[in-house]
């Protein structure tokens, strides 16, 4: 089932760079993260009303919901979508890709939680092989610093929304009354932010913006963040983020057939590494096999 999990969410996450894309140039970003976020709150509370799912909580716990929803439905986005105005999608990926190891430090930062070898090596693979993947733009003479700072930025926030996203669910609130709750705070506060700044609620008519905003709604949001925080849950935040790491992967063929994205000489030793860092995470060790067996007996 996680191997299920980690797929879903590594071809979705991987079309959503694209949807991206589509976005900029045309309305203010805030904007559109409002309204990507807050159509999929409404179409995912009507979802939990018309399946009799919808759980009551406790009000305390908005302030959770509160922290997640910056974390990872407001903030994180400001900076991504600001980031790629200065430098390309496949650079953007790439900075990203490092919530691998963010991860990794945040549980060791915050909860003393030490990461294993495989998971430190797996990870640090990984970000590796998606570096070298896109080296040249890495070490190319119009690198954008100030767009890498502001996708760390998206990245870091990212990183932090997954360590919160593993207590969201303490009180035995469900997955899905838990995240439309903090996706409902972070339109929200994007809603505020919109007004603030003074930016119109319109968006543009273009087919292919909207047609971007109806998948990062559904898809991206909805279906991706449900899945991935199941994942999270499931085998934690530094295996689950390893899925940072094989999107790019996807958003390469993407470019590669509507950016006219050329592959380097780079490629193959690039995707060697990424796909060995994700069997060091992901292949189950010697020791849990043989426990295994043994509790079976």
Known sequence: MPAVLFLTVVVVWGLTWFAIHLQLGTTPDVVSIFWRFASASILLWMLLLATKSYRPGPWRRHIGYAGLGLCLFSVNFLFLYAAGRHISSGLE??????????????QFLFRRIRPSARVLIGAILGAGGVALLFA???????????GILLALGGTYSFSLGNLLSTRITADGTTLANAMVRAMSWGAACLGLLVIA????FAVSTNKFYLGGLAYLSIFGTIIGFFTYLTLVARIG????????????VVALTMSTFFEH????????????????????????????AVTHVSLVK
Do not use: C, E, K
């Open 197 to 200: 700044s003074g930016d119109h």
């Open 93 to 106: 990926s790439v900075v990203f890709s490092l919530a691998t190891v963010l991860n990794v430090f945040n």
């Open 136 to 146: 040249d733009q890495l070490i190319g003479p119009h690198v954008d610093a100030l």
């Open 261 to 288: 994205y050329h592959w380097t000489g780079l490629a193959i030793p690039a995707t060697i590494l990424i796909l060995l860092g994700n069997l060091i995470i992901f292949l189950p060790s010697r020791r849990r």
């Open 237 to 248: 935040p530094s295996r689950a983020a390893y899925v940072t790491v094989i999107t790019p």
